[in-house]
């Protein structure tokens, strides 16, 4: 693609056409020739959108909470933004995307943007192509934008880190409270929401994530006899402590406490104070200056990522044009070599050219 | 593979339009498409053609395969390909037809921009490959 319909491209985009931001998410998603010129030329238009991400087992009612959530936003005059991931087969990396089926509250609203994304089986490259596809969302001018992925591996973490609040759906009945213990489900939500809160267990559900998150939060709480002090907590290096005895108002503020929420997907029960909690963890991130903070470091965290692909890019052909790795391994293998010779071997020529740029 | 390995995926759109609760077919496809290593995005029922060509745009489809056993296929199909003129996405959707379609429709509806139309007994492989060799350049 020319870099002259590239620009077409992004003006479209700008101008408010579906089909140019629907391409331009296609190409992200394709990593096509030419794709990251377009994410740099929407940077400068991108900041103003409010992103939620959303997480939790398959079946737990993702899609159709996502689908009351926008029904909601649109009723408030809000535009919004919907990418939905789900699994690709590992063995022919095709994929069934059926979310779009649960958004029957949005029905010919164009305003409402929903695009199914696989992950297409390469580790980093969805999270990378799950925040550039929330930049043209976000440079199209949708106001919120939702995120939904499922589960709360290592990819769905790196992809809900592109969120500014992150809502865990857990359904009941899914396991005592020592699952909630299992790291990655806890630490990531900044909301846990029990859906389908009219089955049996809901309740018990509630209570067990309550606790753990009341032990997250201060794991000594009740053991704090007296006779020494506290150490601060490694989260907080500030010196603020959560709860307990300096309970100032200036601490409330700046910790937020997740918190348990009831909702009826399907009915849409639980909806509206889902959104008033939404709402008020936006507000939150606004007022501690988190949002900034959080921007800060995802920017970071994408710079790295694009260097890290930048820079195996350039040791790969620096290896193929060495004869590849296969013909290294087998002088490994033959004790002719060692793997950490052979690996500086390669990465010398490379750090002797930085070294000259440097001077 | 780094993040930025080309990855050029061919996505379909499997849509039942309108009052046609028969969707065995459809799940076929689909599940034959996705084997295949295609991207199916899947509509579910009873869908008006408006949100077929709303899904259309969105995901950015290469393929749209409308499948239709209600005989209704002469009023609904051409509603879809309006749509998606309207928005631009006619040019570079393929656009498939299945279901039971009478043979002088399937005339009509391939003169209107229909790719092409699979009837009962099409075998699955004819129509991965129909996909793989007619699925727009873009």
């Known amino acids: ?359 | 593979m780094s993040a930025d390995t080309e990855q050029r995926t061919i996505r379909c759109l499997v849509a039942k339009v309108g009052l046609d609760g028969h969707d065995r077919g459809a799940h076929v496809i689909a599940r034959a498409f996705r084997d295949a290593g295609f991207e199916v995005i899947y509509s579910g029922l009873h869908r008006a053609p408006e949100e077929i060509v709303q899904a259309a745009v969105q995901e950015d489809v290469d393929v749209l395969g409308i499948s239709i056993l209600s005989g209704a296929h002469n009023t609904l199909v051409p509603k879809v390909i309006e749509g998606l003129k309207e928005y631009d996405a006619f040019e570079d959707t393929l656009i498939l037809v299945g279901g039971i379609i009478p043979d002088d429709d399937q005339e009509t509806l391939l003169s209107e921009g229909v790719a092409a139309v699979f009837g009962p007994g099409t075998p699955m492989e004819d129509t991965v490959e129909f996909v793989r060799e007619n699925a727009p350049e873009r």
């Open chain 1, 1 to 359: 693609m020319s870099a002259a319909a590239e620009r077409e491209l992004v003006e479209e985009l700008l101008a408010g056409k579906h089909r140019a931001l629907a391409r331009v998410i296609s190409k992200v998603e394709d990593r096509e020739p030419g794709y990251r010129d377009i994410v740099s030329a929407l940077h400068e238009h991108t900041g103003h959108a409010d992103v939620i991400g959303i997480t939790g087992s398959p079946g737990a009612g993702k899609s159709t909470l996502v689908d009351k959530l926008a029904a909601h936003y649109r009723d408030r005059g809000e535009t919004v933004g919907v990418i939905a991931v789900d699994p690709s087969s590992p063995y022919t990396g095709g994929a069934v995307l059926g979310d779009r089926i649960r958004m029957a509250s949005n029905v010919g609203d164009m305003d409402v943007f929903f695009r199914s994304m696989s992950a297409r089986g390469t580790l980093g490259g969805l999270s990378t192509a799950t925040a550039d596809a929330v930049k043209a969302l976000d440079a199209f001018g949708k106001d919120r934008i939702i995120i939904e992925t499922v589960g709360a591996g290592q990819n769905e973490v790196d992809i809900v880190r592109t969120a500014d609040t992150v809502v865990v759906l857990v359904q009941p009945g899914s396991g005592d409270d020592v699952q909630m213990l299992k790291a990655g489900i806890l630490e990531i939500g900044d909301l846990f929401v029990v859906n389908k809160a009219d089955m049996d267990g809901a309740s018990r559900t509630v209570a067990d994530l309550e606790e753990m998150l009341h032990m997250e939060r201060d794991p000594t709480a009740k053991l704090d006899t007296g006779g020494f002090d506290k150490p601060d907590h490694p989260d907080h290096p500030d010196g603020e402590k959560i709860g307990g005895d300096t309970d100032t108002e200036e601490a409330d503020e700046a910790v937020w406490e997740p918190m348990v929420l009831e909702t009826i997907a399907k009915s849409g029960e639980g909806v509206v104070e889902l959104i008033e909690t939404l709402d008020a963890h936006a507000q939150w991130l606004d007022e501690t200056g988190r949002r900034e903070v959080k921007a800060r470091q995802r920017y970071a965290a994408e710079i790295r990522q694009l260097l890290r692909a930048d820079a195996a890019d350039l040791i790969d052909e620096e290896l193929d044009r060495r004869g590849g790795v296969e013909a290294m391994a087998e002088r490994v293998q033959n004790r002719d070599t060692d793997p950490y010779t052979a690996a500086s071997d390669v990465l010398g020529a490379i750090e002797d050219c930085v070294e000259q740029q440097r001077e």
